[in-house]
């Protein structure tokens, strides 16, 4: 099925775009959260006469989104969890997680991406993706206890660097 696009998604084409998706993928969720349109002529046409106030309306996200990013840009965000000897958590620490430790910035666990799960303590590295066009790296420090994190997060600052393990 053809497609114009009303926005920017990841992998696929940006505001205007006319690509060829699977049918369930255009029905299922690009079609219902408007982020796309069927390509007819009709569909076309009014895509042209909107097309100013969709840039628009994108520009005025992306703005908040950046906000937002400069507020969490950098930040670290530090999790006691129990593991073992070994340093392996007893369970693991997800999106639904690091999204919690952000509550203040509003940020929801869709826009947290991660490769796998965290199933070490650490220090380990995480993506937050407010819009297509803008995400921001963030750092969780995972620790048994407040004075292990405290410990991690100044060998962090010693070494100069990110571990950025994931």
Not at 36 to 47: D, G, P, S, V
Not at 56 to 85: C, D, F, P, Y
């Amino acid at each position: 099925m053809e497609i114009i696009l009303l926005q920017r998604v990841e992998k696929l084409g940006k505001m205007g775009d006319v690509v060829k998706v699977r049918s369930g993928y255009a029905r299922n969720y690009l079609l219902p959260k408007k982020i796309a349109l069927r390509a007819t002529k009709e569909n076309q046409a009014h895509f042209e006469r909107e097309k100013e106030a969709l840039e628009k309306l994108n520009q005025k996200h992306v703005k908040e989104a950046e906000a937002i990013a400069k507020a969490v840009a950098g930040k670290m965000i530090t999790l006691i969890r129990q593991a073992s000897e070994g340093g392996q958590l007893y369970g693991s620490v997800g999106s639904r997680d690091i999204a919690e430790g952000l509550k203040n910035e509003k940020i929801t666990k869709q826009a947290i991406r991660m490769l796998h799960p965290i199933k070490t303590i650490g220090i380990h590295a995480a993506k937050v993706q407010l819009h297509p066009e803008v995400s921001v790296d963030i750092s969780v420090n995972v620790a048994m206890s407040e004075d292990e994190a405290k410990i991690q997060e100044k060998s962090l600052e010693q070494t100069g660097e990110n571990t950025g393990k994931k």
